[in-house]
């Protein structure tokens, strides 16, 4: 299982950890999903590989922008 982070900018409640996990949680081989709002963060732990732009475009389509730490 490999693990990526992503700082994400512009969330700033647990609706917006819940948007920005549902659209990513979407994505194939995605198995565990942090948000933090606080501190920006996003975690994923995936089985298989996974593109990061999938990952940019799902943050995207909650209506925030991300990248790659």
């Known amino acids: ?4 982070e992503y ?3 512009g969330m700033t409640c647990g609706h917006c ?3 920005v996990r549902e659209e990513v949680g ?3 081989g ?7 709002a606080s501190s920006g963060r ?4 995936t089985t298989e590989p996974v593109d990061d732009a999938a990952v940019l475009a799902a943050v995207d389509e909650a209506g925030y ?3 790659r730490v």
Request: proline letters at 0%.
């Open 17 to 19: 950890e819940s948007s």
């Open 7 to 9: 700082q994400v900018t």
């Open 1 to 4: 299982m490999e693990q990526r």
């Open 26 to 28: 979407q994505i194939v």
């Open 42 to 45: 996003l975690v994923l732990s």
């Open 65 to 67: 922008q991300a990248a």
């Open 30 to 36: 995605v198995e565990g999903i942090e948000v933090s």
